[in-house]
């Protein structure tokens, strides 16, 4: 399929993780880079959605703080990840610092960025407890998250 996602397997993923999902050179020669950041089993469970909003504005804003090479930090669909597209390439060791950089960030976080009806489309839709605790929770595995399938 065309969909890189789409060729992945969901039954056998094992979240926490963070892997690779595709890499492209632009007409430019430009390259950007896609990870999967995968919170919850496909299938099995999800984020809900004032945490996956939380988590968005949150991730979006203090991962440029680590990097001025963060062009994206995307919602999937299912709200059980999100999709972190950088430029140029990446070495994944470097990529799951600025995850956990990030993350840490959430969690000592007092409020969600743009939490408000003049920067966002839905600002009464978050909870920064929400997202603190799925920010936790995805650190917890740190250990594992190079591992993508069991």
């Known amino acids: 399929m065309n969909v890189e996602s789409f060729n992945l397997d969901h ?3 094992t979240p926490p993780y963070v892997r690779l999902a595709d890499t492209k050179t632009l007409p430019a020669g430009d390259v950007i880079t896609k990870y999967d950041l995968r919170f919850s089993q496909p299938n099995h469970g999800h984020l809900e959605m004032p945490v996956v909003h939380s988590l968005e504005h949150m991730v979006a ?22 999709y972190l597209i950088l430029q140029g390439e990446w070495e994944l060791d470097e990529v799951m610092t600025l995850v956990e950089r990030t993350l840490q960030d959430v969690i000592e976080a007092g409020e969600v960025p743009a939490a408000n009806e003049v920067q966002c489309g839905w600002g009464a839709n978050h909870t920064l407890e929400g997202a603190q605790d799925a920010a936790r929770a995805f650190l917890a595995g740190r250990e594992g998250w190079s591992t993508v399938s069991a």
Do not use: A, K, L, Y
């Open 61 to 82: 804003e203090h991962s440029r703080n680590h990097s001025d090479r963060v062009i994206d930090f995307s919602p999937m669909g299912c709200q059980t990840g999100f």
């Open 11 to 13: 039954r056998t993923v």
